[in-house]
C-alpha cells in the first residue's frame, strides 16, 4: 500500500537587535489536496524561553519538542547542549532514527536547525529556516536584514507572506512567537 506524502510547511527564526521571533504558516497538505488551513507549528517553551517550530511529520514532532523539552530539563535550559544531546539520540536510535522532521530552535543566544541525521546547525547570520518554503521566507528575511530593517517578528511574518506568494505548500495563516 503506497501512502501520500505530507508536504508543506514553512518555518523562519530570525534573531535581531531588537528581538528573536519564530514564524510557521499554518497549511497541511495530504498529496495535492490542502487538508488544513490553520495549523500551529511554532511554540514556547515558557519554562526554557525557548522558541521551537518544525518542518514534517507533525507526530514525530510533537514527539521530538518532547524529548527536546526534557533534554533542556536535563541541561537546565542551555540550548546548545540539548540540541546537540537531542541530535545524537535521534541519530543513534533505532526508533526515532526514522523520525520524519526537522526542527529550529531559538533562544536569546542561539538559532538552531537539528535533524535525524544528527545535524545541529546554527547558520551565522542568525536567521533559521526549515521546510518546503524556507529558502524562499530565508531570502526574504535576509533582504530586509540588509536593507535596515529591525523588527525580528515583523521581518518573520513578512518574510513568510513573500514565502507563501511562491511556494505552494506555504499558507499566509502565519503564526508568531517571539522572546
Same mark, same amino acid.
Given at each position: 500500500?503506497?501512502?501520500?506524502?505530507?508536504?508543506?510547511?514553512?518555518?523562519?527564526?530570525?534573531?535581531?537587535?531588537?528581538?528573536?521571533?519564530?514564524?510557521?504558516?499554518?497549511?497541511?497538505?495530504?498529496?495535492?489536496?490542502?487538508?488544513?488551513?490553520?495549523?500551529?507549528?511554532?511554540?514556547? $517553551?515558557?519554562?526554557?524561553?525557548?522558541?521551537?517550530?518544525?518542518?514534517?511529520? #507533525? =507526530?514525530? +514532532?510533537?514527539?521530538?519538542?518532547? !524529548?527536546?523539552?526534557?533534554?533542556?530539563?536535563?541541561?537546565?535550559?542551555?540550548?546548545?547542549?540539548?540540541?546537540?544531546?537531542?541530535?545524537?539520540?535521534?541519530?543513534?536510535?533505532?526508533?526515532?532514527?526514522?523520525?520524519?522532521?526537522?526542527?529550529?530552535?531559538?533562544?536569546?543566544?542561539?538559532?538552531?536547525?537539528?535533524?535525524?541525521?544528527?545535524?545541529?546547525?546554527?547558520?551565522?547570520?542568525? $536567521?533559521?529556516?526549515?521546510?518546503?518554503?524556507?529558502?524562499?521566507?530565508?531570502? #526574504? =528575511?535576509? +533582504?530586509?536584514?540588509?536593507?535596515? !530593517?529591525?523588527?525580528?517578528?515583523?521581518?518573520?511574518?513578512?518574510?513568510?507572506?513573500?514565502?507563501?506568494?511562491?511556494?505552494?505548500?506555504?499558507?499566509?495563516?502565519?503564526?508568531?512567537?517571539?522572546?
Amino acid at each position: 500500500m503506497m501512502t501520500e506524502a505530507y508536504h508543506g510547511t514553512t518555518i523562519l527564526g530570525v534573531r535581531t537587535k531588537s528581538g528573536v521571533a519564530l514564524a510557521g504558516d499554518g497549511q497541511v497538505t495530504l498529496g495535492h489536496t490542502v487538508v488544513k488551513r490553520g495549523a500551529v507549528k511554532v511554540r514556547r $517553551l515558557e519554562d526554557w524561553d525557548v522558541l521551537c517550530g518544525f518542518s514534517g511529520s #507533525a =507526530a514525530d +514532532a510533537f514527539a521530538l519538542f518532547s !524529548k527536546f523539552e526534557k533534554r533542556l530539563s536535563e541541561f537546565n535550559g542551555r540550548v546548545h547542549r540539548a540540541a546537540v544531546e537531542l541530535a545524537q539520540e535521534w541519530r543513534s536510535d533505532r526508533i526515532l532514527r526514522k523520525l520524519e522532521a526537522l526542527l529550529a530552535v531559538m533562544d536569546r543566544e542561539h538559532s538552531l536547525i537539528l535533524s535525524g541525521s544528527g545535524d545541529v546547525i546554527e547558520p551565522d547570520d542568525g $536567521l533559521v529556516a526549515v521546510g518546503s518554503g524556507g529558502s524562499y521566507a530565508l531570502a #526574504a =528575511a535576509r +533582504a530586509y536584514c540588509d536593507a535596515g !530593517k529591525t523588527d525580528a517578528a515583523d521581518i518573520a511574518r513578512d518574510s513568510l507572506h513573500i514565502a507563501a506568494g511562491i511556494c505552494i505548500y506555504t499558507n499566509d495563516q502565519i503564526e508568531v512567537v517571539e522572546l
